[in-house]
T-cell receptor, first 114, second 116 residues
Framework: AQSVTQLGSHVSVSEGALVLLRCNYSSSVPPYLFWYVQYPNQGLQLLLKYTSAATLVKGINGFEAEFKKSETSFHLTKPSAHMSDAAEYFCAVSSDTGRRALTFGSGTRLQVQP | SAVISQKPSRDICQRGTSLTIQCQVDSQVTMMFWYRQQPGQSLTLIATANQGSEATYESGFVIDKFPISRPNLTFSTLTVSNMSPEDSSIYLC?????????????FGPGTRLTVT
């Protein structure tokens, strides 16, 4: 069984500040981990993915995430927030062992204050 | 990647009726899924749409309520049957793209359903 926990349903940062969105996972097999972003009234866009290669993964729009097996974490960061980053962010897990469907976390809404 | 379209993009339906949502992909894909996103919530997997055979449903979802068809590798439909206000959600289809089984999953724009 797999699960994802996102700590903090709402995160608010100032424009230019560091963005840190937390994600912890549980998986009985080596996981594949993903971050998706959902802008208001839009579908999901893949930000980045971890698939057992480099533990530090760079994605689109300046975001990156680090896979830490010892901490079962895959936190999303961005050095400097932009107003356009305001959205809902979802962490998700799947695996290589047959089941490809994603298990999603509950989501974190990022607000960026001017 | 894949370009995925869904029809309709949104609809308002009366309780007791049914709505069929279409998902079209611009390339042949092995794996296709249907998810539900209830208002203010995360995404929950409804079922895996299997080409040429019955869909595989997740716990809490049944074929009588959410019949799914997948006649080929580029198209699928999800029907929401005998709707109630609790079915008001965004319904999204997704596909796995890549060599072999692949790992990246791409989502359609979603169908926003309101049941009155």
């Amino acid at each position: 069984a797999q699960s994802v926990t996102q700590l903090g349903s709402h995160v608010s940062v100032s424009e230019g500040a560091l963005v840190l969105l937390r994600c912890n996972y549980s998986s009985s097999v080596p996981p594949y981990l993903f971050w998706y972003v959902q802008y208001p009234n839009q579908g999901l866009q893949l930000l980045l993915k971890y698939t057992s290669a480099a533990t530090l993964v760079k994605g689109i729009n300046g975001f990156e995430a680090e896979f830490k097996k010892s901490e079962t974490s895959f936190h999303l960061t961005k050095p400097s927030a932009h107003m356009s980053d305001a959205a809902e962010y979802f962490c998700a897990v799947s695996s290589d062992t047959g089941r490809r469907a994603l298990t999603f976390g509950s989501g974190t809404r990022l607000q960026v204050q001017p | 990647s894949a370009v995925i379209s869904q029809k309709p993009s949104r609809d308002i339906c009366q309780r007791g009726t049914s709505l069929t949502i279409q998902c079209q992909v611009d390339s042949q894909v092995t794996m296709m899924f249907w998810y539900r996103q209830q208002p203010g919530q995360s995404l929950t997997l409804i079922a895996t749409a299997n080409q040429g055979s019955e869909a595989t449903y997740e716990s809490g979802f049944v074929i009588d309520k959410f019949p799914i068809s997948r006649p080929n590798l580029t198209f699928s439909t999800l029907t929401v049957s005998n709707m109630s206000p609790e079915d008001s959600s965004i319904y999204l289809c997704s596909v796995v793209v890549g060599p072999g089984q692949g790992v990246e999953q791409y989502f359609g724009p979603g169908t926003r359903l309101t049941v009155t």
